[in-house]
């Protein structure tokens, strides 16, 4: 009876997903014809893979090298010294936590698990504290990627606004999700077994030269498998997102090309623009673009920015809201569950979307409103 169930049900499921899959791709079709439609799907992905994709990479391979270089000369243990004396009043997090926030923001989300697994660092959490770190380092996923990006744009001081955005929205996220285990689990709220050691050990050996020479192609290594880790996320999501942001060609028809769509985005979002552009300055309706994209992958949300730019949609304000949303957001759609799940609390994932999905919003709103006061000023 219950493999009977089961086979119904998996046919029922099999039905329904082709009905919405060929669905999307018949209204695409519809509307740009169906051989435009597949050539702007292969345009777009090959354009975005060699202008986008190879961009990303090579700042990826620059930024894992300068984090590398950062945590071999003691740099990350600095500033998680100087960082402690915030943990506490501002995360309800010990001290240590300011590491993970770190070697996320130089590398990215995942970075926070393999360090909350290990027993030297997790005995000075409780057991809710750890399990907010999902929260806590998934805001500041991919940072330094982010901004360098920005900066790269032409963008540096609004990125930095964007920053102090993501930075608050990190404080409601992580306080969030630590009110809700401890409202749902109070059990949660006892002391995670202890390490045989006080402190994480970062060893190094060797002379300064090899020193620079090692981390520099260890750290470059890491940004490449980042960088082919993106790639995924770009073609795929950002080229089905274009298609449902932007419209035909300069002329009004359709011809294959890249970056060509339906519209549909700036058409939904048309309807409650003054929403966008109260709470975000958003101008342009194809903006909320961006932060749909990261709630799957940042790194396919910055692949969004150049086609922006030749629209002439970008400015000061619309980077700093980026890059508070793309940092804060960072793909958590994707590693929530990966990383709760690696945890062992599978069964807090949907609490901890609804906390990080309040602190985006909050750290998009802080960095526009941010940055209107900071341009008065």
Request: proline content about 3%.
């Given at each position: 009876?219950?493999?009977?169930?089961?086979?119904?049900?998996?046919?029922?499921?099999?039905?329904?997903f082709?009905?919405v899959f060929?669905?999307?791709f018949?209204?695409?079709?519809?509307v740009?014809?169906?051989?435009?439609?597949?050539n702007?799907?292969?345009?777009?992905?090959?354009?975005?893979?060699?202008?986008?994709?190879?961009?990303?990479?090579g700042?990826?391979?620059?930024t894992?090298?300068?984090g590398?270089?950062?945590v071999?000369?003691g740099v990350?243990?600095?500033?998680?010294?100087?960082?402690?004396?915030?943990m506490?009043?501002?995360y309800?997090?010990?001290?240590?936590a300011?590491?993970?926030?770190?070697?996320?923001?130089?590398?990215?989300?995942?970075?926070?698990?393999?360090?909350?697994?290990?027993?030297?660092?997790?005995?000075y959490?409780k057991?809710?504290?750890l399990?907010?770190l999902?929260?806590?380092?998934?805001?500041?996923?991919?940072?330094l990627?982010?901004?360098v990006?920005?900066?790269?744009?032409?963008f540096?001081?609004?990125a930095?606004?964007?920053?102090?955005?993501?930075?608050?929205?990190?404080?409601?996220?992580?306080?969030?999700?630590?009110r809700?285990?401890?409202?749902?689990?109070?059990?949660?709220?006892?002391?995670?077994?202890?390490?045989?050691?006080?402190?994480?050990?970062?060893?190094?050996e060797g002379?300064?030269?090899l020193?620079?020479?090692?981390?520099?192609?260890?750290g470059?290594?890491?940004?490449?498998?980042?960088?082919?880790?993106?790639i995924?996320?770009?073609?795929?999501?950002?080229t089905f997102?274009?298609?449902?942001?932007?419209?035909?060609?300069?002329?009004?028809s359709?011809?294959?090309?890249a970056?060509?769509g339906v519209?549909?985005?700036?058409?939904?979002?048309?309807?409650?623009?003054?929403?966008?552009?109260?709470?975000f300055g958003?101008?342009?309706?194809e903006?909320?673009?961006?932060?749909i994209?990261s709630?799957g992958?940042?790194?396919?949300?910055?692949?969004?920015?150049?086609?922006?730019q030749?629209s002439?949609?970008?400015?000061?304000?619309?980077?700093?809201?980026?890059t508070?949303?793309?940092?804060?957001?960072s793909?958590?759609?994707?590693t929530?569950?990966?990383?709760?799940d690696?945890?062992?609390?599978?069964?807090?994932?949907?609490k901890a979307?609804?906390?990080?999905t309040?602190?985006?919003?909050?750290?998009?709103?802080?960095a526009h409103?941010?940055?209107?006061?900071?341009?008065i000023?």
């Amino acid at each position: 009876m219950k493999g009977l169930k089961f086979l119904t049900r998996r046919r029922i499921e099999a039905g329904v997903f082709l009905l919405v899959f060929f669905g999307i791709f018949a209204g695409l079709g519809s509307v740009m014809g169906v051989p435009n439609m597949m050539n702007t799907i292969m345009n777009t992905a090959h354009d975005l893979l060699l202008n986008t994709v190879l961009y990303l990479m090579g700042v990826t391979v620059l930024t894992g090298a300068l984090g590398k270089l950062l945590v071999e000369f003691g740099v990350v243990r600095l500033l998680e010294v100087l960082l402690k004396p915030l943990m506490k009043p501002l995360y309800n997090l010990p001290g240590v936590a300011a590491l993970g926030g770190i070697l996320t923001f130089l590398s990215d989300n995942p970075a926070i698990i393999s360090l909350s697994k290990d027993k030297n660092f997790s005995q000075y959490f409780k057991k809710y504290q750890l399990i907010s770190l999902t929260n806590f380092g998934t805001a500041f996923g991919m940072g330094l990627v982010v901004i360098v990006f920005m900066a790269g744009k032409g963008f540096m001081s609004a990125a930095l606004v964007g920053l102090l955005g993501s930075f608050v929205g990190s404080i409601v996220s992580t306080r969030l999700m630590q009110r809700f285990i401890l409202k749902s689990n109070p059990e949660l709220n006892d002391k995670v077994e202890g390490g045989d050691e006080q402190q994480i050990s970062f060893k190094s050996e060797g002379g300064v030269f090899l020193r620079v020479l090692n981390s520099l192609l260890d750290g470059g290594k890491t940004g490449v498998d980042l960088g082919l880790a993106i790639i995924p996320g770009v073609l795929i999501i950002s080229t089905f997102v274009m298609m449902l942001t932007f419209g035909p060609g300069d002329n009004g028809s359709y011809d294959g090309s890249a970056y060509q769509g339906v519209a549909l985005l700036p058409l939904l979002a048309g309807k409650i623009d003054f929403i966008f552009e109260w709470l975000f300055g958003f101008h342009h309706p194809e903006l909320v673009a961006f932060p749909i994209t990261s709630l799957g992958a940042v790194g396919a949300a910055l692949s969004l920015i150049p086609k922006f730019q030749l629209s002439g949609f970008i400015d000061g304000n619309a980077i700093a809201v980026f890059t508070a949303m793309g940092m804060c957001w960072s793909g958590y759609l994707s590693t929530h569950t990966a990383m709760l799940d690696s945890l062992g609390f599978r069964k807090l994932t949907s609490k901890a979307i609804m906390a990080h999905t309040v602190g985006g919003l909050v750290a998009g709103i802080v960095a526009h409103w941010a940055f209107v006061l900071f341009s008065i000023l």
